[in-house]
T-cell receptor, first 117, second 114 residues
Framework: AQKITQTQPGMFVQEKEAVTLDCTYDTSDPSYGLFWYKQPSSGEMIFLIY??????QNATEGRYSLNFQKARKSANLVISASQLGDSAMYFC??????????????FGTGTSLTVIP | ETGVTQSPTHLIKTRGQQVTLRCSSQ?????VSWYQQALGQGPQFIFQYYREEENGRGNFPPRFSGLQFPNYSSELNVNALELDDSALYLCASSAGRGPSYEQYFGPGTRLTVT
């Protein structure tokens, strides 16, 4: 079974508007971490935001926020006030309990975001 | 603080050859993971090293092997290269194991097998 599912291969957003990138995950471990990364065309993965499974509040980092709905196993990324530099691939990732998985990250297939001027 | 670095940036090899990719972890990080990212896909976990020992492995054949050195830098070795090994290879380091540790990625090595 897929650990991370991103159902939006491509998204478009007008500059200065907000956009939500969807992510659902699957794990039976009670302790896990959810991450979002941005990958520009240069290839480097840039860490954006982290949400722990026990965190009561949604994570926020500047213009990025994570809409964490634990019961639905979703961890959507919200980007507010989109900028042209936000155009990139976005990956959702999960890391669950190290004793079972060796601490690996599971990545989704990514969403390509294009910001339109 | 020095980030994660990888070498070389690009590499072209012939099918059947062997290749070694190198990664220097971020200062203070003792855990290194390697990922393979095929074109248009998300990264796939190859293996992880924690304090010089392999600490988990993904679904990759034994011809993918690695090392971690006392300074926590790492190597990924791939023997008997196949065309499907063409991909971006990403190295990531973290300050420890456990779900809360974020991984910091290097710029990657783009391997082309002809």
């Amino acid at each position: 079974a897929q650990k991370i599912t991103q159902t939006q291969p491509g998204m478009f957003v007008q500059e200065k508007e907000a956009v939500t990138l969807d992510c659902t995950y699957d794990t039976s471990d009670p302790s896990y971490g959810l991450f979002w990364y941005k990958q520009p065309s240069s290839g480097e993965m840039i860490f954006l935001i982290y949400q722990g499974s026990y965190d009561q509040q949604n994570a926020t980092e500047g213009r990025y926020s994570l809409n964490f709905q634990k019961a639905r196993k979703s961890a959507n990324l919200v980007i507010s006030a989109s900028q042209l530099g936000d155009s990139a691939m976005y990956f959702c990732a999960m890391r669950d309990d190290y004793s079972n998985t060796g601490n690996q990250f599971y990545f989704g297939t990514g969403t390509s975001l294009t910001v339109i001027p | 603080e020095t980030g994660v670095t990888q070498s070389p940036t690009h590499l072209i090899k012939t099918r059947g050859q062997q290749v070694t990719l190198r990664c220097s972890s971020q200062s203070g990080h003792n855990t290194v993971s390697w990922y393979q990212q095929a074109l248009g896909q998300g990264p796939q976990f190859i293996f992880q090293y924690y304090r010089e020992e392999e600490n988990g492995r993904g679904n990759f054949p034994p011809r993918f092997s690695g090392l971690q050195f006392p300074n926590y830098s790492s190597e990924l070795n791939v023997n008997a290269l196949e065309l499907d090994d063409s991909a971006l290879y990403l190295c990531a380091s973290s300050a420890g194991r456990g779900p809360s540790y974020e991984q910091y990625f290097g710029p990657g090595t783009r391997l082309t097998v002809t």
